[in-house]
C-alpha cells in the first residue's frame, strides 16, 4: 500500500470490512485472530494497527507483533487463510496493515466456539439467520434429501449390519447392537419420517435399488497393463451400497498391487506399490463429496504405477488444490456424517493430509490433481519410490517421532529433500524441524538454504556428500566476494558494499570468508575500521604508489 493509498483510507468509515485499532504498545494475539475471523466472516477486508479509532484519524505507531511473519504464520495456523501483512512506514510511527480474505463459500469462520462478526465497536457472535446463509450458500445437501419411493426393503441386510459394527466400533455405545434396524437408520439420521435419505441408498442400497432410483451412483474399477486404447483387460461395476463396496474395491487394486524391493546394506525392505490408507481415502473423496446431480459415474483406472480415480462435479465451492489440506467444504453433509460416525472419515476433514503423509513417508509424489477441472475431479496417485535412501531416512528417525510429525512437517521435509523452496504458510514448521536435528539451516537471513541433517548423509554412508554441500555454498560466497572486489580494485571495496553482495551473511560471517581470501593471497586490506578499502591480490598497487 502507497502512503497516498494509506492517506485515502483514513478518510474511510469503519465498518465490517475496515477496523482500525491504536494498539500503541499492547495489543493480544487472540484478539487480533478474532477480529481477522470476523472479517473473513463478512467477506474480508483490513484490520489496521497504529491508527487512532476515533476520526478525525490519526498516526500514533505501534509497537507490537515486531515478527511480523511469525504472526501471518499464526494467524494462518489458526484460521487456515492466507492473511497478508504489512509494515508501513509513516512519519508519525510505524503502521500494521492485515489484508485479510473472505472465508471460504458455505464455511464460516470459528474462534474460540463461536462465529464472530462486528456488533457496532465490539465483536459479536453471528446471528442464527446470518450463519443458515452461510450454511446454504453451496446449495442443498443431496445426500440429506429424501427419495420418497425407496423402503427400507431397497437396502442391503449386510450393508446395514456392516453399519452396526462400524459404528459400535467407533462409538464404543453397546445399545447399537440392540437397535432395530429402523431405529439404527433414524440414529444414524438416514431415515426421517419413515422416509429413507439418498445418504441410506448411496450406503446401504443393494442392486436393484441403486438402479431404480440412483443409478449413477456406482464405481466402475478398470485395470489396464499399458497404456493402449480400447477394452480394459479388468473391469468391474459395482452399482451397490458404498459401505460394503470399499473393502471389495481395495480387494481388486490389491491382487495387483507389485512390491518393490530395497535393500541397503543388511537392511531390507518391502514397499507397495499403492498404499492402502491414500486408496482407501481417495475413493472415501471420491464417493462422499461427488456431485450426485450429475449423472456420470466414479472411476478407478489402476495402472502398473499408477492409480486414476475421477469422480464427478469439480471441486466444492471453495476448495482448490493448494488449500485443500486446510479448506473443507462437505458436498454431501450427510453422507460425511455418516461416515464419521462409522470411523472411515474425520467429520471436518476431507483426509488428503493423511494422503499427503504417506505419499512422502514413502518417498512417493504428492498426489496429482493436474487434470481436474470444472466438471470432474481427477486424483493420480503415483506409486513409484522416488529415492529410497530418502525413505531410509524416515525409517531411521524413528516411528515414535513421525508419529508426532504434523502434516506440514512432512511436507517440509519433502520440500528440503527436493531442493524446493518452503511457502510462507509452512515456513512456521521449519523450527521445530530444525531443533528435532531432522534439518539443518545453512547461512542466515534470505539468503539461508535448507538441507536434510548431517545424520541423513553419515547414515547413508554419504558424510562427503554433505561436506560437499556445505563446502560449496561457502566457496561459491567467497567467489562473490572476490569477483566484486576485482570489479571494483581501482576503487577498493568498502565493508558495506561486501554485505551487500551476502545480505544474508552477518559481518563478522563476511570477514572470515575475507581472512581465508587474505591467507590464500586472492585479496588484501589498505586501512582499518570503517574506511578499511579491500583490493584483489596481495599487494595494493597504491600504497606503492604513495611510497
Not at 85 to 110: C, D, K, T, Y
Not at 157 to 178: C, E, F, Q
Not at 341 to 349: D, F, M, N, S, Y
Request: with cysteine.
Amino acid at each position: 500500500m502507497t502512503l497516498l493509498e494509506f492517506e485515502n483510507l483514513l478518510l474511510k468509515s469503519e465498518d465490517e470490512h475496515l477496523e482500525f485499532k491504536e494498539a500503541k504498545q499492547n495489543f493480544h494475539f487472540e484478539k487480533l485472530v478474532k477480529y481477522c475471523a470476523a472479517l473473513a466472516n463478512e467477506g474480508g477486508g483490513k484490520m489496521v494497527l497504529g491508527v487512532s479509532d476515533k476520526p478525525p484519524r490519526r498516526v500514533v505507531g505501534t509497537e507490537v507483533f515486531e515478527s511480523l511473519e511469525r504472526t501471518k504464520a499464526g494467524l494462518i495456523e489458526r484460521l487456515h487463510l492466507r492473511i497478508g501483512a504489512e509494515v508501513l512506514s509513516h512519519q508519525n510511527g510505524r503502521v500494521l496493515i492485515f489484508h485479510v480474505p473472505s472465508r471460504p463459500i458455505g464455511m464460516p469462520i470459528a474462534v474460540e466456539g463461536a462465529y464472530w462478526m462486528r456488533g457496532g465497536e465490539d465483536l459479536v457472535p453471528m446471528t442464527p439467520d446470518l450463519l443458515q446463509r452461510i450454511f446454504s450458500e453451496t446449495g442443498p445437501d443431496f445426500s440429506a434429501q429424501i427419495c420418497s419411493d425407496a423402503r427400507i426393503n431397497d437396502l442391503d441386510p449386510d450393508a446395514v449390519d456392516l453399519l452396526r459394527r462400524l459404528w459400535l466400533r467407533k462409538s464404543k455405545n453397546h445399545s447399537i447392537a440392540n437397535r432395530s434396524n429402523e431405529q439404527l437408520l433414524v440414529d444414524a439420521e438416514l431415515m426421517i419420517a419413515g422416509k429413507l435419505t439418498y445418504a441410506a441408498l448411496i450406503l446401504l442400497g443393494n442392486h436393484s435399488a441403486l438402479g431404480k432410483y440412483l443409478g449413477h451412483a456406482e464405481i466402475i474399477f478398470e485395470y489396464r497393463s499399458n497404456e493402449a486404447p480400447g477394452p480394459a483387460a479388468v473391469r468391474h461395476e459395482f452399482r451397490t451400497g458404498f459401505l460394503p463396496v470399499l473393502d471389495e474395491i481395495w480387494g481388486v487394486i490389491n491382487l495387483r498391487n507389485d512390491l518393490q524391493h530395497f535393500q541397503q546394506g543388511l537392511f531390507v525392505w518391502d514397499v507397495p506399490t499403492f498404499n492402502e490408507r491414500a486408496v482407501r481415502e481417495v475413493l472415501l473423496n471420491a464417493v462422499s463429496h461427488r456431485d450426485y446431480r450429475n449423472s456420470g459415474s466414479v472411476f478407478v483406472r489402476q495402472f502398473q504405477r499408477r492409480i486414476e480415480i475421477v469422480s464427478p462435479g469439480g471441486f466444492p465451492p471453495g476448495i482448490t488444490p493448494e488449500n485443500i489440506l486446510w479448506q473443507q467444504n462437505p458436498r454431501n453433509r450427510r453422507l460425511a456424517e455418516v461416515l464419521a460416525k462409522c470411523g472411515l472419515v474425520e467429520r471436518a476433514g476431507q483426509g488428503f493430509d493423511m494422503i499427503f503423509r504417506e505419499c512422502i513417508r514413502q518417498s512417493k509424489p504428492l498426489p496429482d490433481f493436474t487434470r481436474t477441472d470444472a466438471h470432474s475431479v481427477w486424483v493420480t496417485l503415483l506409486g513409484d519410490i522416488q529415492d529410497p535412501e530418502f525413505l531410509r531416512f524416515l525409517e531411521e528417525i524413528g516411528q515414535e517421532r513421525m508419529a508426532s510429525f504434523a502434516t506440514d512437517d512432512f511436507i517440509v521435509v519433502d520440500l528440503v529433500h527436493r531442493d524446493q523452496p518452503i511457502p510462507d504458510h509452512l515456513k512456521r514448521r521449519i523450527y521445530p524441524l530444525l531443533e528435532s536435528g531432522v534439518i539443518e539451516r545453512l547461512g542466515h537471513g534470505r539468503g539461508s538454504r535448507l538441507l536434510l541433517s548431517r545424520r541423513f548423509y553419515r547414515y547413508l554412508g554419504k558424510a562427503g556428500v554433505y561436506t560437499r554441500k556445505h563446502g560449496l555454498d561457502r566457496e561459491t560466497n567467497k567467489a562473490l566476494l572476490l569477483r566484486h572486489i576485482q570489479d571494483n580494485k581501482k576503487t577498493g571495496s568498502k565493508m558495506e558494499e561486501l554485505r551487500q553482495v551476502l545480505p544474508a551473511l552477518a559481518r563478522s560471517q563476511i570477514q572470515v570468508l575475507l581472512r581465508e581470501l587474505v591467507k590464500g593471497g586472492q585479496v588484501h586490506v589498505h586501512g582499518a575500521t570503517r574506511a578499511a578499502k579491500w583490493y584483489p591480490g596481495s599487494e595494493c598497487p597504491d600504497c606503492n604508489s604513495e611510497k
